[in-house]
């Protein structure tokens, strides 16, 4: 969090809500394509749950395996 000496943010990723400036084509955060959300399907929202949901998946899978072996 900076508060000082930070570019002015005009609009918000929609993915993760990070402020991004219109000269931004990527999201600095999430890596979200705020290009081709602007004309076109989101490629990258699917591509960011699914990744969120692995992590999740591996982290029950890590407590079964630790709950099971206890
Ligand atoms: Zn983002």
Known sequence: MSASA???ATDA???CE???TSADERCPACGADLVGLASGPAFSQPL?????MG???VYLVTLAVVA???
């Open 18 to 20: 990070t402020a991004v």
């Open 55 to 57: 992590f999740v998946l």
């Open 68 to 70: 099971a072996t206890r």
């Open 48 to 52: 960011f749950w699914w990744t969120a």
């Open 13 to 15: 990723c929609p993915l």
């Open 6 to 8: 930070a570019p002015p």
